[in-house]
């Protein structure tokens, strides 16, 4: 792996950034150490001077300037001793280790921190704290301390401050080097992954580590839109074959009878039959492509701009009422029943035609096969057979349902009509599920709500379950006219 | 139905060919203009009963001709054709100042009828009337009330609203779509010709027993109450 590539990582920057947090957080704590440290020490030293000088006036109070110049020579001869001068009024020295001094510095009081010569030291800066006192006579006694012990402090604690912040910026580049080597590993690989199946087989998902983290999360999202694309794939290439079947068949139909007529027909009359055939022909080609163009808009999820808070009770009510006649025609009960206030948020025109296309099926293939209706019959004493469509709440949904006494459909096919939704082809083998099914699916979809077919014991119970609208509005203007929910 | 003078702006020439000759052959007046500026010229300076437009129409499109006549006051009904027929695309076609929507490939009896609603729909005195009157048969509107030859005949509701829609366009040819879409506000092809069975049923209501017939077919087309003595 490339180092650049490493270093323009997301990961590598923010461990970047997080270094430079955390070395500057260090430099504080060890800064704030030393600056303590520093004024301990001084506390101490200043402490220690008080003693002594507490100490030695006492002695020169009782013994004199004989006594105390022997105490100070004696201590100024042990290694590491403090410093000591004594003067006379006037500032001559009498005895003491310091050679050089600052000339102002004993009439300064308190504790005074000074530049100093050590006796046998021309070099070097030698830096004191020191205090004046002035004993009995107008002698000056002046007691220090070299800072040099302070100074050494500082210089380690400084040493130890650079040395852990470059520990820290090395170990915290090749950390993050690390952290970011790692997550790019798995990000290249999810990339190359991904590339693959973009190139190639969009079958193809991504591996996860089963971790659950964000990687993984991401993963799986990745794949869920690979499965969605997949679905739309899947649903445009069997559109697209189902066009290509039916509208081709009507199509061939078309142009050999136009063919058929040019060829042979002698009069007008057979001329006029050929064109009526055609026309005939083009009719149905037109209603099939409207149909799977609906389909195909429904599964695309085209026109949700448009939704609108509509009662599904009443999309029930005017459907039946719409189909009502036929029903009666066909000698069929139908029994209509709707709770009233049921709101969708959806086209009402989408979940009129997909009500519609299944009251259709029932009417058409829902009666029982003995009864073997006929489409022109006249009405008959007893009904052949009963349909119930009705609206209700059920939880959070609402419900359309349309059951009938029919065949009904068989269960495995049942389940390949609802997983296999766009398979028209299978669906229209059946019958009662054709165009009209797929439709119905696809606006349940539409309305993120399910279509489910089951068995009425016996007959087909179609079930499109939809989610109620979240909040529930005046009902809009009533464009048709309250029906009885029970039709004549 | 008596003339009417029509305007198509259609961009292809074909297809207004057709329409030019079928208008003409019906007995109206049909004039052609291939794109959107030139229609909105024509609309502007001349006379129609019906403009009849199509949405995806070259230098100007249809909504924005409908938009442009409409900010001039100029409210001759316009029927839209379009080869996008859903019901957001009608909806988008009403809002921008159409009075009808016609989905591609369409059938011309069904372009005449609606066209011949429209013209009709433009002349003063329409539409407020209350009673409708066709040879005996009449129609109350607040009443609610339907009687023929003076005996009451009861209606169930919905029935009431496709004689109202037939009787207000009496001796105009109404077809399916044009009452599923005016009487059931639905615009989708039912695979079953439900409206048929609906007409049948109120055919026995107002008619059987009754002379002349007044609800006649029109075949090919669709519906129409006439006065069939006539």
Request: charged share 25%.
């Amino acid at each position: 792996m490339a180092l650049g590539k490493l270093f323009r990582t997301t990961v590598f920057k923010i461990s970047l950034a997080y270094l430079a947090v955390s070395a500057i957080g260090a430099g504080l704590v060890l800064g704030a150490v030393g600056w303590n440290m520093e004024h301990l020490i001084d506390a101490q030293i200043a402490q220690t001077i008080d003693t002594d000088i507490t100490g030695l006036s006492e002695q020169y109070a009782q013994g004199g300037m004989r006594r105390l110049v022997n105490i100070i020579q004696k201590r100024t001869r042990r290694p590491g001793a403090g410093l000591y001068l004594v003067t006379t009024a006037a500032g001559e020295p009498i005895a003491g280790n310091i050679v050089s001094l600052p000339p102002d510095i004993l009439n300064r009081p308190g504790l005074v921190e000074t530049a100093y010569q050590p006796p046998g030291d021309t070099g070097g800066k030698h830096r004191a704290l020191a205090r004046n006192f002035v004993l009995a006579g107008g002698f000056h006694l002046l007691v220090g301390h070299d800072l040099a012990e302070g100074e050494s402090l500082r210089h380690i604690l400084g040493e130890a401050l650079l040395t852990s912040l470059l520990w820290l910026v090395v170990i915290g580049t090749l950390g993050g080097l690390w952290v970011a080597r790692r997550v790019l590993n798995r990000v290249d690989a999810i990339n190359a992954n991904a590339q693959a199946i973009v190139a190639g087989d969009l079958s193809g998902r991504l591996r996860l580590t089963g971790t659950g983290d964000e990687l993984d999360r991401l993963g799986q999202n990745f794949n869920a839109m690979l499965e969605r694309i997949a679905i739309l794939m899947a649903g445009l290439k069997e559109v697209s074959d189902n066009i290509a079947h039916d509208l081709k068949t009507p199509l061939t139909r078309l142009r050999s009878g136009v063919e058929q007529a040019l060829r042979s027909a002698k009069s007008p009359e057979e001329y006029r039959g050929a064109l009526e055939k055609a026309l005939d022909e083009s009719e149905r080609l037109i209603q099939i492509f409207d149909a799977l163009l609906s389909i195909a808009r429904a599964q695309a999820g085209a026109g949700r701009e448009g939704m609108i808070d509509f009662d599904a009770a009443s999309v029930a009510r005017d459907v039946g009422d719409l189909y009502e006649p036929v029903a009666e025609e066909r000698g069929i009960a139908l029994a209509i029943s709707a709770e009233p206030g049921l709101y969708l948020h959806g086209s009402r025109e989408l979940a009129g035609q997909a009500v519609a296309n299944l009251l259709d099926n029932a009417l058409k293939y829902g009666v029982p096969e003995a009864a073997g209706l006929g489409p022109n019959r006249a009405p008959a004493q007893d009904p052949k057979g009963t349909v119930e469509l009705s609206a209700r709440r059920c939880g959070g949904n609402v419900e359309f349902v349309v059951a009938d006494r029919g065949p009904g459909i068989a269960e495995n096919d049942r389940l390949r009509v609802l997983d296999r939704f766009v398979r028209l082809e299978n669906a229209r083998s059946r019958p009662g599920s054709g165009l009209g099914l797929s439709l119905a699916v696809a606006v349940a979809r539409l309305h993120n709500g399910s279509l489910q077919i089951e068995d009425n014991k016996p007959g087909l119970r179609v079930v499109i379950r939809l989610p109620a609208a979240p909040v529930r509005h005046e009902p809009r203007a009533p464009l048709a006219v309250p029906q009885p929910d029970k039709a004549a | 139905m008596s003339l009417m003078r029509i305007l198509i702006v259609e961009d292809d020439s074909e297809a207004a060919y057709y329409m030019v000759k079928a208008f003409r052959e019906a007995g109206h007046v049909a004039d052609y203009v291939g794109d959107g500026l030139d229609g909105y010229a024509r609309a502007r300076d001349e006379t129609y009963d019906v403009l009849i437009v199509d949405r995806m129409l070259p230098k100007l499109d249809g909504l924005s001709l409908i938009g442009s006549l409409r900010a001039q006051k100029i409210l001759t009904p316009v029927l839209i054709l379009s080869a996008l027929g859903q019901v957001d695309d009608r909806v988008k076609g009403l809002r921008a100042g159409g009075d009808d929507y016609l989905a591609k490939p369409y059938a011309f009896s069904e372009l005449l009828a609606r066209v011949e609603v429209l013209a009709r729909r433009n002349r003063p005195g329409l539409g407020e009337e209350t009673v409708f009157r066709v040879n005996g048969l009449e129609l109350d509107r607040l009443a609610h009330r339907l009687t023929r030859d003076g005996k009451e005949i009861q209606l169930q509701p919905r029935e009431f609203r496709l004689l109202e829609y037939l009787m207000k366009h009496a001796d105009q040819v109404v077809t399916r779509t044009m009452l599923l879409e005016n009487v059931w506000d639905y615009h989708f092809d039912p695979q079953t010709n439900v409206i048929d069975v609906h007409i049948s049923r109120l055919r026995a209501k107002i008619d059987k027993g009754f002379d002349p017939p007044l609800l006649q077919t029109i075949r090919g087309a669709g519906y129409m109450i006439r006065d069939g003595s006539r």
